[in-house]
C-alpha cells in the first residue's frame, strides 16, 4: 500500500504541474496573438510576417505541452503496475480453499524437505513442528546421516575416514548383488556397475586429496608410498591413472626444490591445482559433491531437491510461456490459421530400434529403449548384441565412432 500511496501522490503532482504548464503555454500564446495584432493595426508587420510567427510559436508550444504529458502517462503507467503487482490475478474462492487446504500443505513439505536436503535440519525441524506437518522420519534420518559424514569432509581436520569407511561397506554391498541370475533385467546391471564405478571414483578422489595433504605437510616419503598403496590400484581409468601421475610429477619436482614449505617451491603459474589454497578448496568441494552424489543414488534419494527442480524450471520455462501467451493474446487470428499437425508428426510412445528392427517396450518391460552417451537411441536387445566379449560391459555405438560403457547408458521412459 506505501508504494500504491507513493505512486499516487508522484501522479497527483505531475497532473497539476501538467496542467500548470498548459494553462502557462496558452496564456503566452494569447499574449503574442494580441501583439501580433497591434502590430498590424500599426502596420509594423505585414499579414505573412505575423501568421509565420505565431506559426512558430504554436509549434513550440505543442511540443512542450506533449512533454509535459509524455510524463504524466509514464507515472500513470507505473501506478497501475503498482496496483497490480498489489492485487495479483483474481481467484475464484474454490481456488483460494484449494490453496489454504492442499496445495499449501504440499508446498510446505516440499519446503521442509529441500531444507532436509541443503542441511538445514533445526529450520527444517523448527517448520514440520510448527505447521504439524507429516514428514517421513526415515527419510530425515537419511539426510541426517548424509550430511554428518559431509561434514566430516567439510570440518577444518578434513576428516576422510568415515567417509571412507562408508565408501568400502557400500561398494561391499553392491558387489554382492553385481551377479545377478540368468534373465536378470539388464537395467539392474547397469545401475549396479554405474554405482560401483561412482564408489571407486569417490575413493579414488579422497585417497587423492589424503596424499595432497601429506604432501603439503613435508612427508613426501610418505605421499609416494601412500600413491603406491592406494591411489594406483584405484586408477581404473585413463582420467584417473592422468591424476595419479601429474600428483607424482608434482611430489618429484618438489623433492628437488630443498626443505622449505612445499607453497614455496611451486612458480604462481603451477599446473597443479592443489598447490595452492583456492584450488585444494575447490577439490575438496568436488569431492563433497560426488559424495552426496552417491549417497543420494545409493539410497534412492532425489539428488536435486523437488522445490530446486520446479523453481529452475519455472525459471527457464515461464518466460517463454508468458511471451506465448501474451502473443496469443494480442493476435487470436494467427493461431487459428495455424495447421493441424499431421498425423506422421504427432508423437509415439514407443519406438522401433534402427539395429534389430524390434519395437522397443515400454515401462519396465524386457526390450526398453536404452540411449547412449553419444545420445543414440537403441533397444536393449542391440545393447546387449553389442558388448564387446572379454571386457567390463564396453560397447561401440553403431552410429558414430564413440566408445562407452554399459554403466553410462540410460534407460528412457516413454
Not at 2 to 17: A, G
Request: proline share 6%; glycine share 6%.
Amino acid at each position: 500500500m506505501r508504494e500504491i500511496q507513493d505512486e499516487s501522490s508522484r501522479v497527483l503532482e505531475k497532473s497539476n504541474s501538467a496542467a500548470a504548464d498548459t494553462v502557462g503555454e496558452i496564456d503566452a500564446l494569447l499574449g503574442l496573438i494580441e501583439s501580433q495584432k497591434d502590430l498590424l493595426l500599426r502596420g509594423t508587420v505585414d499579414v505573412p510576417t505575423a501568421l509565420s510567427t505565431l506559426q512558430t510559436a504554436v509549434k513550440a508550444s505543442e511540443e512542450a505541452v506533449h512533454a509535459t504529458h509524455k510524463g504524466l502517462a509514464a507515472a500513470v503507467l507505473t501506478l497501475s503496475q503498482a496496483v497490480e503487482r498489489i492485487s495479483g490475478p483474481e481467484r475464484s474462492d474454490d481456488a483460494l480453499t484449494a490453496l489454504d487446504s492442499g496445495e499449501t500443505r504440499a508446498l510446505l513439505h516440499l519446503v521442509a524437505q529441500q531444507l532436509y536436503h541443503e542441511g538445514y535440519m533445526e529450520i527444517a525441524d523448527t517448520l514440520v513442528e510448527r505447521t504439524s506437518l507429516s514428514f517421513d522420519s526415515f527419510l530425515r534420518g537419511q539426510y541426517v546421516a548424509m550430511h554428518s559424514l559431509a561434514h566430516s569432509i567439510r570440518s577444518p581436520t578434513r576428516d576422510v575416514t568415515p567417509v571412507l569407511q562408508w565408501c568400502d561397506s557400500a561398494v561391499q554391498e553392491t558387489t554382492a548383488g553385481a551377479s545377478p541370475p540368468s534373465g536378470a533385467s539388464l537395467e539392474g546391471t547397469i545401475l549396479r556397475e554405474g554405482m560401483l564405478d561412482a564408489l571407486r571414483t569417490l575413493k579414488f578422489r579422497l585417497h587423492f586429496l589424503q596424499c595432497v595433504r601429506l604432501m603439503m605437510e613435508g612427508s613426501r616419503d610418505s605421499a609416494v608410498q601412500y600413491v603406491r598403496n592406494f591411489l594406483t590400484p584405484l586408477a581404473r581409468t585413463k582420467e584417473l591413472y592422468r591424476d595419479v601421475q601429474r600428483l607424482t610429477t608434482s611430489l618429484v619436482y618438489a623433492s628437488t626444490q630443498g626443505s622449505g614449505e612445499v607453497e614455496a617451491a611451486f612458480p604462481c603459474t603451477t599446473p597443479y591445482p592443489w598447490t595452492s589454497p583456492d584450488g585444494l578448496d575447490a577439490l575438496w568441494a568436488a569431492a563433497t559433491d560426488l559424495f552426496l552424489e552417491c549417497w543420494c543414488r545409493r539410497y534412492g534419494l532425489p539428488r536435486r531437491a523437488p522445490l530446486q527442480v520446479c523453481v529452475d524450471a519455472g525459471y527457464h520455462v515461464l518466460p517463454a510461456l508468458r511471451k506465448y501467451n501474451e502473443l496469443r493474446r494480442r493476435t487470436p487470428e494467427m493461431f487459428l490459421q495455424l495447421p493441424s499437425m499431421p498425423l506422421e508428426l504427432t508423437y509415439q510412445s514407443w519406438l522401433t530400434c534402427p539395429v534389430t528392427q524390434q519395437q522397443a517396450t515400454e515401462g519396465d518391460g524386457p526390450n526398453p529403449a536404452m540411449m547412449l552417451p553419444c545420445a543414440h537411441v537403441i533397444s536393449h536387445n542391440a545393447l546387449r548384441s553389442l558388448l564387446r566379449p572379454g571386457t567390463r560391459g564396453t560397447l561401440k555405438c553403431p552410429y558414430c565412432p564413440t566408445e562407452c560403457e554399459i554403466s553410462n547408458c540410460i534407460k528412457l521412459y516413454a
